[in-house]
């Protein structure tokens, strides 16, 4: 992967001081971030760190996602020098990072665990905050939870938060479930992991196809939602349609309920808009959009849901 561009970093600096000073003393107060993530088909590879930085998104997600073709990346492939530049181009510019676990890692299953420990390493030379996996319930609920108790213990002397996503095919039940026997079996981790919700997986799940407020509403008050992955899809696959150019750009009912629902939760952290788009414009007019949501989720006369 290549080096940074230093006149891409100096117009990131400057455009977030641009966003600074038109953004209220609300939206400031919520400590809720919106930003972009790293795509196998972006070329190069760091495109769409360097467009968050020129646009002024306040987070990223680093997704290692190498597929057979060759597309896309891995951890390998990220030198230091590299990993040195993103961790203090982070800082500079007030960009929170996260990493998400490669696809198929399931916690339940020892060695994929050993698999994770380069994920780690590289989230912790970047300065991330926060590691995302998958829910897996294939082995059980409570071989997950033990492997969760397990990372936890690795992930806590770097002060890395972990956040457990719902995939199409776990219910609102399998997190009700999964936090209940993590703080059963340990509750000192309780301030170590929370849940990363997927509004698109949750407009897939069988129990609540098209449906993504009824997936939030049926996820007990006591499972904390730290992070936010935000697509949509028609209810037929999983499409990561950027926000407002799919079902809610005709009806936007749905995002306004999903705002009304954070809040309600006193929701803090990132919320990851999970696509690289053409044209990547969308991104911006996607955050701006949302951002104006929470500041008002009233800004409209039409009903909102729940």
Not at 200 to 221: E, M, Q, V, W
Not at 229 to 236: A, K
Request: hydrophobic content about 40%; overall charge negative.
């Amino acid at each position: 992967m290549s080096c940074f561009s230093p006149n891409i970093v100096g117009a990131g600096s400057k455009a977030r001081s641009n966003i600074r000073q038109q953004e209220t003393r609300q939206v400031r107060q919520s400590r809720i971030r919106i930003g972009t993530q790293s795509a196998f088909s972006a070329v190069p590879l760091l495109a769409p760190f360097e467009y968050a930085l020129e646009h002024g998104f306040e987070a990223f997600e680093w997704l290692p996602d190498k597929k057979e073709s060759g597309a896309g990346w891995e951890e390998k492939d990220v030198d230091a020098p590299t990993r040195c530049q993103i961790k203090q181009t982070s800082l500079e510019n007030d960009i929170q990072g996260s990493v998400h676990a490669p696809f198929g890692v399931n916690l339940a299953n020892p060695d994929h665990r050993e698999r994770l420990s380069e994920t780690i390493e590289f989230a912790h030379d970047i300065g991330a905050s926060l590691l995302n996996v998958h829910l897996c319930t294939d082995q059980g609920l409570d071989a997950y939870v033990r492997g969760i108790i397990a990372l936890t213990r690795v992930l806590g002397p770097n002060s890395i938060m972990l956040a457990v996503e719902n995939t199409p095919l776990t219910l609102p039940e399998d997190f009700n479930s999964f936090f209940k026997r993590l703080r059963r079996l340990a509750p000192e981790a309780k301030a170590h992991v929370g849940m990363c919700l997927d509004l698109g997986h949750a407009n897939l799940c069988s129990a609540t196809r098209n449906d993504y407020l009824k997936f939030i509403d049926l996820l007990a008050p006591e499972v904390p939602i730290v992070h936010v992955h935000l697509h949509e899809n028609y209810g037929d696959c999983d499409s990561h349609l950027t926000i407002f150019t799919g079902p809610s750009g005709i009806d936007d009912r749905g995002i306004r309920g999903f705002v009304k629902r954070m809040k309600k939760r006193a929701f803090s952290g990132c919320i990851i808009l999970e696509q690289w788009p053409d044209p990547p414009s969308l991104l911006d007019a996607a955050r701006d959009k949302l951002r104006a949501m929470f500041m008002d989720t009233m800004a409209t006369s039409v009903p909102v849901p729940g």
